[in-house]
RNA sequence: CGGGACGUAGCGUAGCUUGGUAGCGCGCUUGGUUCGGGUCCAAGAGGUCGUGAGUUCAAAUCUCACCGUCCCGACCA
């Protein structure tokens, strides 16, 4: 490819609309324009570089034994009426209607459309196990496009699901995607790590998030340093010993403590109960029912494990005025020891078992409660793990201290089960001629958003630094004069004509612009390879190469074109 | 949806407090100049100052509403 006959709008400054490294890169190398807020038009540049990444997806999920296929981005609602998740999907679902008034969803993902298909065409254990991907834009009504591609509301996505007879093929299958996504990801350069995960609204007992290590990433994500144990923050454990028990009091003890209505308020003189001794009610509405959530002063509670372990699927904090109407107290001076409805279920934290000689509030505004024993005192609905770890904890496994670090979510499988073959009918009869639904799995990967995470891992103060895999073009051909026969373009073009006929990727810089503007291109945009050609070097007959972020060095020019394909291989090799 | 910031040429911005001719840099066009890390000189083109109302003799500037963008929270690949 010639630059001048292609279409690459650097920008020499960054767009004010651009708050992260990667998505000003994004910009300024000219790989994507906005359209509007969180949609993007891939530019010629950005679209080589999307398809590398695709075709890498694509290489490794045959490998693994899966086969594309490619469904309808418009779906009717009634199958997600018949998931369930046109209700608990809704904030996310695009829909329109057509001339008739009949409405259609724009799919943000495809269990529902894959699952139809199964319940249509799968029929025995005979034709089990079965993987089915595709690479397809997805839609979702985000509430909050954010930084470039990695939120978007319309984004491409590789989603895979399989079916299998049994628990034990469905394993089996997960596994087989565990294993491409690491390959996958490692393929294109990134610094990857998978991690435990919560399921979410898609559903399922068992998950693994694929995470990119970037300060800009969304996710939190605790890490043991010396053993394998990894989760995200939503769903992370540690080995903290639960609250130390003493000496068991009298009963409980009113007294008052006016004006108090925060943990660390009361931790404070003159009543001085330190945060680790005290019992945090919270008043929470779990699809629109009340309930009490308690979790120790000094610990914080993790919404995503309530949904989980009490299976709502919306909670929120109650208003003031709800928790009046609960326990007739404002918060601040909430309890669970008495004036709490037979109705109101109470959930407690693990860490608060057992645990004695604790103070809570009195459900009377200006009191709190002593003595507390949770046994004793607390008609606790179920003990759940519902704390928040925090950086320095130990190691469930292993003891050693958990570390907390900031990820990017590239890819993301599950273990489904039978949630959605039951509910759409999937159904398969066995060797015993029993009617079972399918066992299944579903498996993401966020394509554009990968493509933007490899950039935010891989840069430095001058722009982008490609791994080879997935740059537009391996090497870029810089002649310093590009005055039609000269000596230097002469060579110029031979050594593009050479690596273009042995299958590189080759860009040669034919604009007519200084060596200054042409260099900063090349690094703002981050090929692989340099391939320098200028007068000064010339005359000793030398061609310079410089790698992207290395240095440079001077190669004869007769053996420019081998010493390139030397690079590659080599670069190849490495990754 | 809640909280915050902002909207002036393709991009980055000044001007707004204290109302009166819309300015600069980059990019773009033309001519010249230069030619190993975003040359220099000259001449140009390009603006409904987000939109709509209002106040005023007069609005980029003051008021209100709406739209949009970005940041913080809930959603997620």
């Given at each position: 490819m010639r630059w001048s006959q292609y279409f690459i709008p650097t920008l020499k400054e960054s767009p004010a609309e651009a708050e992260i490294l990667s998505h000003k890169l994004l910009l300024r190398a000219g790989l994507v324009r906005k359209l509007t807020g969180g949609l993007y038009t891939f530019l010629p540049l950005g679209l080589r570089v999307l398809r590398k990444i695709e075709t890498i997806i694509r290489e490794e999920m045959n490998r693994a034994g899966a086969l594309e296929v490619l469904m309808p981005a418009l779906q009717p609602p009634e199958i997600w009426q018949q998931s369930g998740r046109y209700e608990t999907a809704r904030d996310v679902l695009y829909k329109v209607k057509d001339r008739a008034n009949k409405e259609w969803v724009l799919g943000p993902t495809h269990e529902e459309v894959i699952t139809t298909l199964a319940a249509g065409e799968i029929s025995s254990y005979r034709q089990m196990p079965k993987n089915f991907y595709q690479v397809q834009t997805k839609f979702r009504d985000e509430i909050r496009p954010r930084f470039g591609l990695m939120r978007a509301k319309e984004f491409i996505m590789k989603d895979a699901y399989s079916f299998d007879a049994t628990d034990e093929g469905a394993m089996a299958s997960y596994r087989k995607m565990y294993d491409a996504y690491a390959r996958i990801f490692n393929r294109c350069g990134l610094r990857n790590f998978p991690v435990e995960a919560d399921t979410g609204v898609i559903g399922g007992t068992h998950s693994h998030e694929f995470m990119v290590t970037a300060e800009t990433g969304e996710n939190e994500v605790a890490c043991c340093e010396a053993c394998q144990y990894a989760a995200n923050i939503e769903k992370a454990v540690s080995g903290i010993p639960p609250t130390a028990a003493r000496e068991v009091g009298a009963a409980t003890e009113k007294f008052?403590?006016?004006?108090?209505?925060?943990?660390?308020?009361?931790?404070?003189?003159?009543?001085?109960?330190?945060?680790?001794?005290?019992?945090?009610?919270?008043?929470?509405?779990?699809?629109?029912?009340?309930?009490?959530?308690?979790?120790?002063?000094?610990?914080?509670?993790?919404?995503?494990?309530?949904?989980?372990?009490?299976?709502?699927?919306?909670?929120?904090?109650?208003?003031?005025?709800e928790c009046v109407a609960t326990l007739g107290a404002n918060p601040g001076s909430l309890g669970a020891v008495a004036n709490v409805p037979a109705t109101v279920r109470i959930f407690a934290d693990e860490r608060l078992r057992g645990a004695n000689d604790m103070t809570t509030g009195a459900n009377e505004d200006g009191f709190h409660l002593r003595n507390v024993s949770l046994d004793r005192d607390i008609k606790v609905t179920a003990w759940f793990d519902l704390r928040t770890v925090r950086a320095g904890e130990p190691c469930a496994k292993c003891g050693k201290p958990l570390k907390l670090r900031r990820a990017i979510e590239v890819g993301h499988v599950f273990k489904l089960g039978t949630k959605y073959s039951e509910k759409l009918n999937a159904c398969f009869l066995d060797a015993d001629g029993k009617s079972k639904p399918c066992v299944m799995g579903c498996y993401g990967i966020g394509v554009t958003r990968t493509f933007q995470a490899v950039i935010e891992q891989s840069n430095d103060k001058d722009g982008i630094i490609w791994p080879l895999a997935v740059a537009p073009f391996a090497v870029c051909i810089t002649p310093l004069v590009v005055v039609k026969d000269s000596a230097v373009m002469q060579l110029a073009e031979k050594i593009y004509a050479e690596l273009t006929t042995a299958g590189v990727e080759v860009i040669l810089d034919d604009r007519d612009d200084r060596p200054g503007v042409k260099f900063k291109d090349a690094d703002l945009v981050g090929f692989p390879l340099r391939l320098s050609i200028g007068e000064k070097s010339l005359a000793n007959g030398e061609v310079e190469l410089k790698p992207r972020g290395g240095?440079?060095?001077?190669?004869?020019?007769?053996?420019?074109?081998?010493?390139v394909r030397e690079f590659l291989a080599a670069r190849a090799q490495a990754t």
């Open positions: 008052a403590t006016p004006g108090v209505v925060t943990i660390e308020a009361l931790s404070k003189a003159p009543h001085s109960v330190p945060a680790n001794r005290q019992v945090k009610t919270l008043v929470y509405i779990a699809d629109s029912q009340p309930i009490l959530v308690l979790i120790r002063g000094d610990d914080q509670l993790n919404e995503t494990k309530l949904m989980a372990r009490t299976g709502a699927v919306a909670v929120r904090p109650a208003t003031p005025e240095e440079i060095a001077f190669v004869k020019a007769e053996e420019a074109v081998a010493k």
